[in-house]
């Protein structure tokens, strides 16, 4: 399992918006909006890491009003 967090920048015009819509989508766990060099905080569980760049390529980037994203991926000790 993968753990993400996926911080975005967004419009600020359409920031509730994208929270509900992101908020839906399948992997997220949490959403947050948030202050400072992002606008959007987003956590997420993964199976692989193609499910991961899919969400992140295919499903985040197409919400209109998601303007950047930079994905952190967690690692964890066995």
Known sequence: MIIAFIMGKIDSSKAR???DT???LEPVEEAYLIYGAYDLLIKGTFKTPEELSSFVVD??????GVRD???NVCATAA
Do not use: A
């Not at 499903?59 to 209109?64: G, K, T």
């Open 59 to 64: 499903e985040l980037r197409n919400i209109d």
């Open 22 to 24: 992101v908020r839906k």
């Open 17 to 19: 918006e994208i929270l």
């Open 69 to 71: 994203t930079v994905t």
